[in-house]
């Protein structure tokens, strides 16, 4: 994973293979651990949100069933996704679409929680 400095040179912060094809990756600097969020190249959700440490290890692979309600895929207006299977454009402009809405990823010392504006919770991805 690289990270692009102002001025415009590229910073080596996480390495390791990925389960999937992310549209959005986070970086703890402070622990290494990285998190990824959607999955560019498949029709479901599987690997919606995959945690790894800072050996380049899983932690967590989460589809988006594990993640969120369905109640939760409702108020975000991403139930007919999880209900439908649907083609690759529309899984594209939905399935990053749910993250472009305000999924964040947050670290703290000893946890991973996923939150976003629409849910009342936030959830609870791994702890370390």
Known sequence: MLHRRPDDS?????RGPLVNNPVWAWVDPARGWMATMGNECR?????AVVIYDQAGRVVRDLAVRHV???DET???GFEEFVETPRTLDE????GNDLWRSGGEVVFTPDTVWLTHPQIERRVLLARR
């Open 74 to 76: 409702r108020r975000i």
């Open 10 to 14: 590229d910073h080596v912060v996480w």
């Open 43 to 47: 029709y479901d959700l599987q690997h």
């Open 91 to 94: 899984h594209e402009r939905t």
């Open 68 to 70: 969120l309600t369905l």
